[in-house]
């Protein structure tokens, strides 16, 4: 009867505890992206998720449970994560997700682990060479849901803006010439780049967006655990392969 | 619920609700001239305007709405024909219908006892005299209820704008919720403004069957 009670007890805090629970189920499930090549993309051929994104998280998973097997991947879009996470579908949101003080509202961020900037793709010989190109009647394609689609809003005013449910649709209206240029982070983009070789990246980023590792509010041991991961990633150079194999560049100091 | 997103958004619903208003009037008139020339097409005692008016209510109704849009906004573009996103929807969202339509007013027609048209044809009748007269005032009666369904469906289908950007009630509340980080309620307004266009319509089709109902 005792061994019933202390069970019952067990489970209710588990529940408060998103970090015990991770460790009492001995798995860590991370909502990704599945569809933003170089961070989180679904490889057709083996059916695995790949990605700068996936690989952090992995490697948080070695951290936390000893081993990056028990790091398990559900899919989420920038319009579901964090309704997913607040309904505990998902541990841990890593899915190029800009840290804003409008999501610390709704959830708690760890430190950068990528710093991105917004940025332009057009096709190549395009006119637009800068944000300040975008003038009036141009058209600028997005992704709902995005930080980079309120941005750019304020960049280029006088353009309209067309938002997509997702990369692969905004890339193709692009392609389409349903607009003049593709607006997201530089690191989504060159993913784009890396593989159609008619669009390239046009001017300087225009903002700073450090992408962040989102909890549900208030688990600061999950947040912390995340944090002390990320730290020794980068300091035993784990941090560093991951980064020269997806982005193909050191990363910035 | 939090009223105050439907006011601080107001402008954005409202120039969606015009944009799904106009979307569902154009394709509504579109569908039903379309999808009445198709069912004349597969009655018709002409063979090869039979099977094309077949092949088409066949290809067009197996396929995704989401599909035939992309294929307007997306595809079109190589063919050298760019339409907006709006353009694009309402055309899908019309050619969609139509195959629907199509299948309701030729179930109508072929539901008319054969006599009624042998009478009519050794009455002297000619084909086309026996149609207009004999056979469709008995077959729009059996017809209005399901293309009430039809035009329904319509009003509603049309939220595959928002998927193309097209400036519906639907892309409109996706932009606000990703902004405020609102989901339900958000989507609880969108409702609202749907029923707005769906009941008025669904009162008209009852109002419509029920008079026809006494014509005879």
Redesign the interface.
Known sequence: CGSKGSNGEASKESKKDTLAAIKDNDKIVFGVKTDTRLFGLKNPSSGEIEGFDIDIAKQIAKDILGDEKKAQFKEVT??TR??MLQNGDIDAIVATMTITE??K??VDFSDVYFEAGQSLLVKKGSKIKSVENLGKGSKVLAV???TS??NIREKAPEASV????NYA?AF??LK???GDALTTDNAILYGMADENKNYQLTGKPFTDEPYGIAVKKGQSALAKEINASLKKMKSDGRYDEIYKKWIKEDPAE | MNVSILFDNFSMYMDGFYHTLLASVIALAGSFVLGVAVAVMRITVFKPLQWLGTAYVEFIRNIPLLLITFVFYFGLPNAGLRLDGFQAGTVALTIYTSAFIAEAIRAGIQSVSKGQMEAARSSGFTYSQAMLHIILPQAIKIVIPPLGNQFLNLVKNSSILGVVAGLDLMYQADLVSSSTLVVFDVYIFVALFYLVLTIPLSIGVNYLEKRLEKSY
């Open positions: 920038s319009k964090i309704p409008e999501r509202k709704e709902k849901g995005s689609s309120q067309l938002e997509f449910e649709e193709t209206a389409s010439g349903q």
